[in-house]
């Protein structure tokens, strides 16, 4: 069975498409899972892919994806400025995380150039639109196979690996 990568999405993110789409696009919540199954999949990963309006149900998935998921790409909405909760879940369920946004925070204002994710994350992407789920799955597929004991790798992922600098 394939690793799973848990991608985790916080509130008004079921909104895309809609909300501000000249700050978030017209892509739509279901356009990025899809386009992240491709790719987990061109990857020989598998995705878990989740939102939820609610702080507490986001520490549920974090917590459950010990043990469950290889690494977490996550972006906490609003979550992400306020909610040590969420940052005490990443720090304790020792994963890689990822952390996306959509947009670029820090040509925002500035109650978002702070993140209590980052303080938990092994990277951050943002400003990109969906384009960065794509590039946060390559970081953790990369991370992986950096690992000792990694399985050798196939030669379809070694062309798609061939894309990115090491
Ligand atoms: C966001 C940025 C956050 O500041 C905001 O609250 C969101 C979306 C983004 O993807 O750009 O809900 O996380």
Redesign the pocket.
């Known amino acids: 069975m394939a690793a799973t990568v848990f991608i985790l999405n ?4 079921n909104l895309l498409g809609q909300r501000e789409p000249e700050i ?1 696009g017209r892509e739509t919540l279901a356009d990025i899972e899809a386009a992240c199954a491709a790719r987990a999949q061109a990857l020989g990963l598998e995705t878990d892919f989740r939102q939820s309006n609610g702080e507490g149900r986001m520490v549920d998935w974090i917590q459950e994806a010990r043990g469950k998921a290889v690494g977490i790409v996550i ?4 979550y ?2 306020t909610s040590v909760a969420i940052h005490d879940a990443l720090k304790a369920v020792e994963l890689p995380v990822i952390e ?4 670029n ?1 820090f040509a ?1 204002e500035e109650f ?1 150039h702070h993140s209590y994710v980052s303080l938990a994350a092994t990277g951050m992407i ?1 400003g990109l639109g969906g384009a960065g789920y794509l590039l946060a799955l390559e970081a953790l597929h990369n991370l992986q196979r950096r690992r000792p004991g990694a399985p050798p790798r196939s030669a379809a992922k070694k062309e798609l690996d061939g894309q990115w600098p090491n």
């Open positions: 916080g509130p008004n993110l978030y972006n906490a909405g609003a992400t400025h996306v946004h959509l947009s925070l925002r978002r943002c």
